[in-house]
């Protein structure tokens, strides 16, 4: 059989895998309906006999603003990725195009280490493929109707450990340990990002109150920024360079081939023509930028920060167009980049500097209420639980797969 018929089969099994699990994911959100409906009556008929009291409800820390943020922006950015992942060329292409590429200017423990996830997804690429499909949408589901308690921690520590698998398979460390690393390019990876941002979501509600939470994670942006800033000023790494051998314009040229709308090909093009032309002065307002936001960060002070945000979120604005050209086009995206995941981040670090959660306002640890007891008083709740379930299910109904080929294929 040739490879066309092959690529054919194994993206007919992809469709095909995905429609049968999607009969799953239909189910499991018609079950959450079901369970809802029961619930609400149950709540009615108690309330109808005045067996549930105005204590009924137990006491919830409510969410920290930037908590919210980060929750409800990096659940959207998982279901998103997880859409991409569904793209016809994910079992075929992902691997020859993107996974292995990733990993060519790394030392060679890490080439073999994405070699043997590559062998998993090469194995059995149908299967695989779809798999990602449901882990990255049932942990963006997840975190959406999950907005605090044991579920919603739960639901940061698996964006964690996902973020983190795919950071160090995937993405080969965000080529960290390769050339070329920069700030521009997507450096440090975006998994990582997503995976810090789980790691926030997973503390507990004391870590949001007060600032000094906001304030560690806009220093530590500020740190990183002026660590990035250093690597694109370091000299002999061809970022200072124009022309096609430069580093940064060789990499947009590049981009610019990528198929996407005209007006989008044509802002990105004229880009890498005006780097090649003016190579040294692309990358002195580069580094200059770099540093003047990474200190503002770093500073830590409200009024420094907001500037440093605004100006952050500008740069990110203008790298994500014009050097990372959006990061999902082209039929083999998976993901928007490091510029949207960082910009998030950066955001959300300034809002818990100045919206703090008072400590007075984290509910008292109490022995938790019986569920049903709980269940029927609180319909809201109920609703939260059980599609909380069902998230972790369709989680499961990708993951199980996944890790059954990579047991097979040892």
């Given at each position: 059989?040739?490879n ?11 469709q ?16 959450v ?11 009615l ?11 009924g409800?137990a ?9 919210r943020l980060l ?26 195009q ?21 062998r998993?997804?090469s ?12 882990i ?7 975190m ?8 919603s ?26 050339s ?33 939470t906001g ?27 124009g ?21 989008l ?12 032309a003016h ?23 409200p ?15 203008a790298?994500?167009?014009l050097?990372?050209?959006l ?28 919206r ?19 269940l029927?008083?609180?319909?809201a ?13 369709v989680?499961i ?10 047991l097979?294929?040892?």
């Amino acid at each position: 059989m040739g490879n066309g018929h092959r690529d054919h089969a194994v993206i007919v099994a992809f469709q095909r895998d995905l429609f049968h699990q999607g009969l799953v994911v239909l189910a499991l959100g018609l079950v959450v309906l079901i369970a809802w409906s029961l619930t609400r009556r149950a709540q009615l008929e108690r309330a109808a006999g005045g067996q549930i009291g105005p204590t009924g409800a137990a006491a919830e820390t409510p969410e920290a603003p930037a908590r919210r943020l980060l929750r409800i922006g990096f659940g959207l950015l998982w279901i998103f990725d997880g859409v991409l992942q569904g793209q016809a060329s994910m079992p075929n292409s992902l691997v020859p195009q993107v996974i292995k590429p990733a990993a060519q200017s790394s030392p060679v423990w890490i080439q073999h280490m994405v070699a043997d996830a590559s062998r998993v997804w090469s194995s059995h690429p149908a299967t695989a493929a779809a798999a990602a499909v449901w882990i990255q949408i049932g942990i963006g589901v997840w975190m959406l109707v999950a907005p605090a308690g044991r579920w919603s921690r739960a639901a940061g520590l698996a964006g964690a450990a996902w973020g983190l698998i795919i950071w160090a398979g995937a993405e080969a460390f965000g080529q960290v340990f390769g050339s070329g690393l920069s700030f521009l390019t997507g450096a440090p990876g975006s998994a990582l990002i997503y995976a810090i941002a789980g790691g926030l979501i997973a503390l507990p509600d004391t870590a949001w109150t007060g600032s000094g939470t906001g304030r560690l994670i806009t220093r530590l942006n500020g740190v990183f920024l002026l660590a990035m800033a250093l690597l694109q000023a370091w000299p002999g790494r061809g970022f200072w360079q124009g022309q096609r051998r430069g580093t940064l314009s060789a990499m947009v040229h590049d981009m610019a081939q990528t198929p996407q709308p005209p007006l989008l090909a044509h802002a990105v093009g004229r880009f890498a023509s005006f780097d090649a032309a003016h190579g040294w002065a692309v990358n002195l307002f580069a580094v200059s930028a770099l540093v003047v936001i990474g200190a503002a960060l770093l500073v830590g002070r409200p009024a420094l920060a907001r500037l440093g945000v605004i100006a952050g979120l500008v740069f990110a604005t203008a790298e994500w167009v014009l050097i990372q050209d959006l990061g999902f086009l082209g039929g083999i995206g998976t993901d928007p980049n490091t510029a949207v995941p960082w910009a998030l981040l950066l955001v959300a670090g300034y809002v818990a500097l100045v919206r703090t959660v008072p400590a007075a306002a984290v509910a008292p640890v109490t022995p938790p209420a019986r569920w049903p007891d709980r269940l029927a008083a609180e319909p809201a709740y109920a609703l939260r639980a059980v599609a909380a379930l069902a998230a972790v299910g369709v989680t499961i109904l990708g993951a199980a797969p996944m890790a059954f080929d990579a047991l097979a294929s040892r």
